[in-house]
């Protein structure tokens, strides 16, 4: 009975050593796998439990020797009985080492693998703020490398405007000095046409100068009788002092309007009304022009205004006295501005 009782307790601890020494080291072989940081750990423990595996042995021999003890001292019941139980409270104990040891090994594993994942979830996170920030960073570059292209492009148009305002300011000089000339010449010839026609200035003539051209006003008084369209004399020779002038000046074109009042035309024969009485003031005073003198005909022209372009009232008589007038017009060619113009 004796024996009977015993070998179960050396299977129980055949048994509880061969758990020892298989379970943890399989946990620590599936611990290596999932985390570096837990390596060292689970070496310890399987350090420990090589020396818990060791005592085992150490008290499987001991088992051993008491075996033969017992089947030697089978007399000595009390003695074996004693060393049974002492056996078995160690082994008791051992096996609440194990137990507290597997515990340990458990709450270790748990807190390596809960801080596993909290690193994991942290580098998620870094990772995913990175990529945020790499990808800002593109869109930044990008929108940077637009910019830079749209500067550029800004810089050639300015470069070009400022080629084009260098061109136009050249061609504005240009034309300022050619305006600078013309008001020059229109100068002069205002200065030559009042000597001229010295003597006749407030008696019936009038010289003045306005948008560039050279205005001589002649009233019907100085040469025309009321309603017809022959020249007096006097007004003959105020006509060819004009003339030599306007011959030595042959960059001059020269405009005649006649202008009448609002009174209708009375008279008769081929006139029929103030528009023709005008028109046929105009030409006469062409045809002393061209008769006293070798201004060329092309730079002369005609024109008839009738009672449309008064320069005063119709309702008085000094009014309809200066509408009643011959207006000649002097305009310097302008053929060099005008190439100017063309060619921008």
């Known amino acids: 009975m004796k024996i009977s009782i015993f070998k179960p307790v050396f299977v129980i601890a055949i048994a509880g050593a061969c758990l020892f020494s298989c379970v943890p080291a399989r946990q620590l072989e599936e611990m290596k796998t999932k985390k570096e940081k837990t390596e060292t750990e689970n070496a310890q423990l399987k350090k420990e439990n090589q020396e818990f595996t060791a005592k085992l042995n150490e008290l499987q021999s001991a088992l051993d020797i008491l075996t033969q003890r017992v089947n030697s001292l089978q007399i000595d019941s009390t003695v074996r009985g004693t060393t049974l139980r002492t056996m078995t409270s160690n082994y008791d104990q051992l096996n609440k080492t194990y137990q507290q040891l597997l515990a340990n090994n458990k709450d270790l594993l748990s807190g390596n693998i809960n801080e596993t994942q909290k690193i994991l979830r942290k580098l998620q996170t870094t990772q995913d703020s990175l990529q945020n920030k790499e990808d800002a960073l593109k869109k930044l570059s990008a929108d940077l490398d637009a910019k830079k292209l749209n500067l550029d492009n800004l810089s050639q148009e300015l470069e070009s405007s400022k080629s084009e305002l260098s061109s136009k300011e050249a061609k504005l000089a240009e034309l300022q000095a050619i305006l600078d ?16 026609l010295t003597g006749y200035e407030g008696k019936g003539l009038t010289i003045s100068q306005k948008n560039g051209k050279i205005y001589v006003s002649l009233e019907e008084s100085l040469l025309f009788a009321s309603g017809s369209f022959t020249v007096d004399p006097k007004g003959i020779e105020a006509i ?56 060329n005909p092309k730079r002369l022209t005609a024109a008839g205004k009738s009672e449309y372009d008064p320069v005063d009232i119709n309702t008085t008589k000094d009014g309809r006295a200066k509408n009643r007038r011959t207006e000649i017009i002097l305009t310097p060619k302008m053929d060099e501005l005008f190439q100017i113009i063309e060619q921008n």
């Open 181 to 196: 000339k013309k008001d020059s010449v229109v100068k002069a010839l205002k200065n030559k046409v009042t000597d001229a």
């Open 240 to 295: 060819k002092k004009l003339s030599k002038v306007l011959e030595t000046n042959t960059d001059i074109n020269v405009l005649i309007e006649g202008h009448t009042d609002n009174v209708p035309y009375g008279g008769t024969g081929a006139l029929k009304d103030n528009w023709d009485l005008s028109a046929m003031r105009a030409t006469a005073i062409v045809k002393i022009i061209t008769s006293n003198s070798n201004v």
